[in-house]
């Protein structure tokens, strides 16, 4: 079981990435998949989770109607597309995958158990 995360890099504010969370080993058809963020200094804080086989979709409300997290199946990758982004979005990002999470845990991350490397992305102001 691998997770691959890319994506990460500077962009300026207001600027956009799309952060990418490649599986190995494995289909993504029936985890959660989440994305979460680390800054410096500060705890790692949920970002946004998709549910499979469905299409659920949970984000924390620092992001909602900025970022949108979803799937290409035949690729067994998950997304993070980042659009408005600001100096507070800076931090560490991570993918990570839970075979099976009851939605009031989905943003918990000690529902998942595999966790990709992670992506660092700065805005700057």
């Known amino acids: 079981v691998q997770l691959q995360a890319s994506g990460g890099g500077l962009v300026q504010y207001g600027g956009s990435l799309r952060l990418s969370c490649a599986a190995s080993?494995?289909?993504?058809?029936?985890?959660?998949v989440g994305w979460f963020r680390q800054a410096p200094g500060k705890e790692r804080e949920f970002v946004a989770a998709?549910?499979?086989?469905?299409?659920?979709?949970y984000y924390t409300d620092s992001v909602k109607g900025r970022f949108t997290i979803s799937r290409d199946r035949a690729k067994n990758t998950v997304y993070l597309q980042m659009n408005s982004l600001k100096p507070e979005d800076t931090a560490i990002y991570y993918c990570a995958v839970a075979p099976r999470v009851i939605v009031s845990s989905v943003r918990t991350s000690s529902s998942y158990h595999h966790w990709g490397q992670g992506t660092l992305v700065t805005v700057s102001s």
């Open positions: 080993g494995f289909a993504l058809d029936y985890y959660a």
């Open positions: 998709l549910m499979l086989p469905g299409s659920s979709t």
